[in-house]
């Protein structure tokens, strides 16, 4: 893929969703396409948290602890995008939707790929202006969970926004929740993954 057209494909997801992904789709039609491209997001993406971590203390001077090994970063991003692709297709199936997990991860790796475009952006932001590169993380959050919201509309036809992004919210921290018990029931912890 080239840069004009990932910009022309990022420029599509946020002004017509549904054609986007109809793009996206027939771009990774194949399983062996799916999984390449997967495997290229979550490796940057291990990559581009490493340099988040790196470039946050040096310049806040704040201490992190040990650096999360990039391979542990790349196993959890990982596991947490098939989950959210499972998430995507199957409870918007429950909600009458016709979407396939198939579609659905093809969706969430290319809205990882616009994620790792705007975590660029933000380094470069926070070698200039600190604050704001900063402040950067929590729009970055709002531009993921409406992301996810147009793409499963677009992925299972929904046409209330609202409602679908209501969705997306319920089951975005009602998984956070299960998933942070999880991790206490079985004696894992953020301190204890920094230290593997």
């Known amino acids: 893929m080239t840069l004009a057209l990932y910009l022309q494909l990022v420029r599509l997801s946020f002004t017509d969703p549904i054609a986007a992904s109809v793009r996206v789709t027939r771009l990774l039609d194949r399983p062996a396409a799916r999984w ?8 940057v993406g291990a990559a581009l948290g490493l340099l988040s971590e790196i470039l946050f203390s040096l310049i806040t001077g704040i ?23 499972f998430a995507m297709a199957f409870f918007g ?3 009458g939707g016709q979407g396939r997990f198939g579609d659905a991860f093809a969706l969430m790796v290319w809205i990882q790929a616009i994620m790792l475009g705007a975590q660029l952006v933000q380094a470069a932001v926070m070698l200039l202006f ?4 900063v402040l950067m993380t929590l729009a970055l959050f709002g531009v993921l969970l ?3 919201t147009l793409f499963t ?15 997306v919210l319920v089951v975005f921290f009602g998984s956070a929740m299960l998933i942070g018990s999880g991790l206490l029931a079985t004696g894992l912890s953020p301190a204890l993954l920094t230290e593997s």
């Open 36 to 43: 390449l491209a997967f495997g290229a997001v979550i490796a």
């Open 63 to 85: 201490d992190l602890g040990p650096a999360v090994s990039p391979f542990l970063m790349a196993a959890i991003q990982g596991a947490l995008l098939l989950y959210s692709a």
């Open 93 to 95: 199936r429950q909600f």
């Open 130 to 133: 600190p604050i704001i590169g």
């Open 146 to 148: 409406w992301l996810i």
């Open 153 to 167: 509309a677009a992925l299972h036809g929904f046409e209330n926004l609202l409602l679908t992004g209501a969705g």
